[in-house]
């Protein structure tokens, strides 16, 4: 449940324009904006869309030390340790419910899986993972083409993104979440898929 949209909007934005480098605040602002345009189109809560997308990075760009502080006393698995990029959504999520009182399943899920997407996620999860993928400030070869999918096919536009995502970790031999494998292939409808 969201209670009071108005004031949980308030304090978030008060704690971005306190708490968050300009750049942030800026593409915090940007998927914000891309997120109730999204959910405009496929006729999703645009409430919700805003919500999530204000609470979506309330955890990134702070010290890795502070990330891993949260994943020890919230009970996170140690994966996520020293992993402040999959494990800032997960905390965020943990947090809106813990602190901010929201106890919306579908917000919580569209910002603990905005990084990394998962199987069966919602219109409102791929929304948001989308808007931080496709916001004006962001730029990397292919989003001009990810903008465009993401008004055609929000399914192949959450494929696309996940399977450039999953190359470019890959090629920096980064941490790949499992989350993301089993979305690709939930998505393309792959044998195998056990829905864990």
């Known amino acids: 449940m969201l209670k009071g949209i108005s004031m949980t909007t308030g304090c978030i934005l008060e704690y971005i324009e306190k708490n968050y480098s300009k750049e942030r605040q800026i593409h915090t602002f940007s998927v914000r904006e891309t997120a109730v345009k999204l959910a405009a189109f496929y006729g999703a809560d645009k409430e919700k869309a805003e919500i999530a997308a204000l609470f979506h990075d309330l955890f990134r760009g702070v010290p890795e030390k502070v990330v891993n502080f949260y994943v020890k006393h919230l009970g996170m698995d140690k994966k996520y340790y020293n992993n402040p990029n999959l494990a800032h959504g997960k905390i965020a999520a943990l947090i809106m419910e813990r602190d901010y009182d929201i106890s919306d399943d579908d917000v919580l899920n569209a910002v603990r899986y905005h990084t990394t997407g998962r199987p069966q996620m919602s219109l409102l999860?791929?929304?948001?993972?989308?808007?931080?993928?496709?916001?004006?400030?962001?730029?990397?070869?292919?989003?001009?083409?990810?903008?465009?999918?993401?008004?055609?096919?929000?399914?192949?536009?959450?494929l696309y993104s996940m399977e450039t995502t999953v190359e470019y970790i890959r090629e920096k031999g980064f941490p790949l979440d499992n989350d993301t494998v089993l979305a690709i292939n939930y998505l393309k409808g792959k044998e195998g898929y056990d829905g864990q």
């Open 125 to 158: 999860e791929k929304i948001i993972f989308l808007a931080d993928a496709i916001e004006p400030g962001r730029e990397y070869p292919g989003v001009d083409n990810l903008r465009a999918l993401a008004y055609k096919d929000i399914d192949e536009a959450c």
